[in-house]
């Protein structure tokens, strides 16, 4: 009996000693290979899988310890896929919490008002740790793989800072894009004004792209919109320069000539009415909401003042005297 006793006292002790030194084990911090870590867990990755990869990664411990720890804390199954990063210092039970949390690392696209689609594609393809998946494809390729295979690219992408896990598809983030771009439009479409010259909602987009390339100050957007409004009402010409641009597309220099206001496209407002076929850039919701609530006018016609706000007339006269006050010489709109 005395032996029984000392046996049962000296596994009790092994067992608190056993415990004392996992309870400082989870609290001490982890070695690691560099003074940062980072690790990108899939979808689907076992908690053995995630233990085997920290180590891999640096987590200089042995996977065992990690593994264990997960499964005993009954967190094992909340481990959160993503990108993580720790540093000198994290204990496994930060690491833990670290990722049952989905504190990830995020990087950051930003897509800017007035981008064309072009723009877009080269900052996917600058973006940092973006997996890029979608550089292969053609643009009806890519909007069929986002589920719009009848729509164009161009304008329909929400312009606004994206953050995404690091090793995440390109597409994953121009789908986010997209259904942003869808809602706002939606739902400026089904709050506009009464009496408005457009037909859909995707007028609306290409019109807000037009008003979003031609506004210089902010206050002026909705008188910008009033006249565009105003001229498709009267069945005139939009007559307006960043369209012509867009349409002659790599062939422009910079400078904008007379036999380029000429030259006939599907984009050209000099020689066709109405709208063009397409949105010409990414309007943002300003540009939206101005479209679709444009100011009380009855302005036909607007020259640049010089300092980024523009100057609006009613008819040609006045506004042949704006051009000769604020743009001697100068071609105006």
Known sequence: MKFLGRLLAALLLLAAATAAAGWWWLQAPLNLASPSVELSIEAGSSPREVAQAWVNAGVQTDQRLLYEWFRWSGQARQIRAGSYEV???????????????????????????????AQV?????????????TAAMTEAQLMAALGAPAQAAEGRFFPDTYAYSRGVSDLTVLKRAHKAMQERLDSAWAGRSEGLPLKSADEALVLASIVEKETGAAADRGLVAAVFINRLAMGMPLQTDPTVIYGLGPAFDGNLRKRDLQTDT??????????????IAMPGNASLLATLHPARSRALYFVARGDGSSEFSDDLAAHNRAVNKFQRGNRSK
């Open 121 to 133: 594609r080269a900052a996917l393809a600058k973006a940092p740790a973006l997996k890029q998946s």
């Open 87 to 117: 540093h000198q210092g994290v204990t496994p039970r930060e690491l833990l919490a670290k990722m049952v949390r989905g504190d990830e690392v995020l990087e950051q696209l930003r897509l800017i008002e007035g981008w064309t689609f």
């Open 266 to 279: 599907p984009f050209n407002t000099y020689t066709r009415g109405g709208l063009p076929p397409t949105p």
